[in-house]
């Protein structure tokens, strides 16, 4: 059974880090690119980070330089390390895998097949 799960969330102050993961089963990192993404209640679900099997990496302008996308094959588990974080309502981190490559429109939730529940990231004083 393909199944993806995230990890890691929780109440954070400005300024701190947090990483979240996204263990998957039922199929191989090896063979699908990861994305990341972030939504915000009432709002879109928007693409933060993409991950491919080549090794490129890709991020959303709002969070270059902070966050960092990874991937360990052997616990066949991907990972965002977020730095600098910003005041933000609560919001939702998903994972979510497409076969091979992130693409152009890594962006777009559309092109991927699988999705993990979330997890729930809250940035607040």
């Known amino acids: 059974q393909v199944q993806l799960v995230e990890s890691g969330g929780g109440l954070v102050q400005p300024g701190e880090s947090l990483r979240l993961s996204c263990a998957a089963s039922?199929?191989?990192?090896?063979?699908?690119?990861i994305g990341w993404f972030r939504q915000v209640p009432g709002k879109e679900r928007e693409g933060i980070s993409c991950?491919?099997?080549?090794?490129?990496?890709y991020y959303a302008d709002s969070v270059k330089g902070r966050f960092t996308i990874s991937r360990d094959i052997a616990k066949n588990t991907a990972y965002l390390q977020m730095r600098s974080l910003k005041p933000e309502y609560p919001a939702d981190y998903f994972c979510?895998?497409?076969?091979?490559?992130?693409?152009?429109?890594?962006?777009?939730?559309?092109?991927?097949?699988?999705w993990g529940p979330g997890t729930q990231v809250t940035v607040s004083s």
């Open positions: 979510a895998a497409e076969a091979w490559s992130c693409g152009s429109k890594w962006y777009l939730r559309g092109r991927y097949d699988y």
């Open positions: 039922g199929f191989s990192l090896n063979y699908y690119a």
């Open positions: 991950s491919s099997t080549d090794g490129s990496t």
